[in-house]
């Protein structure tokens, strides 16, 4: 072989080899370019499972990367990195989405800023860390929040009262309040089920927590419970309440300095004339509410509308407001969903009667027929609330043993939409937390 043939031989394998390092290279940014981010649609069309959607969204925050929330864009649809561990989990937990290239992320953003469209896209920077305030027995369907927390795989710790009367409330970013009576009541339970077994042993187990945390009464210890949850919310936490955890919280709080307690309840009298001696100042959102004295009666006060509505359950339905995404982001986050129209569920606190609701707190959802707001919102202190009528977004008139929900049979539910808005509503850029 000639010295001329052996060199050409070196330079065509040595083209080949460059040839194909510039094609492999080419290819690399292509598909860099075709697939540069992941869209996770949020409307009613496209998305198969909208609870794990929210949960993809907290697992990919809690690997340390942003996403973009679009509010009002296809649902409420979130925007985050392209990667092959984000495309297997959401193949793994059958969440749709879609594969855009840089520049079609652009086209979106580009669209949502306009002046002209309603839609605004706010970063979610970290994933917050959650409480639920709950008696340790209960199972997580005992309580809508942590079914959908469970299969929507958000991690959360359970809290009870000797926790929070610990400070421990400091550790976390957002709580939920169990459907838990906070005026010492029992839950009101007494008309109906003081014989029943579970009522009795509840009632010794209640006792028993509040004699260890060195209190002489149950009603007592549930208000220092409330007023250490008021002092976390006022100091910048997240607080979420459903059903009856909702009005007899701001119960408590009025009643500072009174005992609203009859004697089956807590071994002595109430105050006299209680009623006019409630201190509505002390309240997240409600005012000018009439409690129930009688014992028998399964109800708290006059802000409940359980027993004032007149609508059936065909008929039951509320709807979320519209508000501006690019001037009250806020409440706008906690509205994202694919429709407006919500089908009702009851609860022991099913609705709360807009005459008692304080002018400082939106109403985010309501039943204008029947003057009740379903869903609201509020700021106390450096902090937020959000309260949500009824106990089960899916079982309708949840009772005492029924079997629990199978969420596998409701994966697109509006009604635990709002619930795990509330959720991720922490994680937004600090900007956004404001009315």
Known sequence: MTKFHSKNIHLKSTLKTKVGL???????????????????????ETQANHLKAYGITYWVLSKNLKVQWLLNYRGGSFLMPDTENIENECKIRGVSFEKITDDNAQQILDEISSPSKNMDAVMLEKAPK????????????????TLVLSYAEIPYDVIYDEDVLNDKLVLYDWLHLHHEDFTGQYGKFYGAY???????EQKKEAEALAKKLGFDKV??????????????????????????????????????????????????????????????SNTFAFTNFILERNPLRYEFSSIDMTNKRNVTRETDYFTLMDFSAKWDPVPTMLCQNHTAIVKGFMGQTTAFDESE?????????????????RYIHGVKGKGFFTFY?????????????????????????????????NVLFPAAKQKHHKT
């Open 22 to 44: 510039a094609l492999l290279s080419f290819l690399f940014f292509i598909q860099l370019a075709s697939a540069a981010k992941i869209l996770i649609p949020m409307d009613a």
């Open 219 to 280: 009603s007592d210890e549930k208000k220092a419970v409330a007023f250490k949850i008021r002092d976390y919310v006022v100091g910048g936490g997240f607080m979420f309440a459903m059903c009856s955890a909702t009005d007899s919280f701001d119960i408590a709080l009025s009643a500072e300095d009174v005992d609203i307690c009859e004697p089956m309840f807590d071994g002595d009298p109430s105050t006299p004339d209680y009623q006019n001696k409630l201190n509505y």
């Open 389 to 421: 009528g009824g106990h089960d977004p899916e079982d309708y008139q949840h009772r005492v043993g029924d079997p629990k929900t199978e969420l596998e049979l409701h994966p697109n539910s509006p009604g635990y939409r709002l619930i795990l808005n």
């Open 357 to 373: 609701i304080k002018p400082t707190v939106l109403i985010l959802g309501e039943n204008k027929v029947n003057h009740e707001a």
């Open 130 to 145: 959650i409480a639920v305030y709950s008696p340790k027995g209960n199972k997580p369907w005992d309580d809508a929040v």
């Open 194 to 200: 003081r014989t029943a077994p579970w009522y009795i």
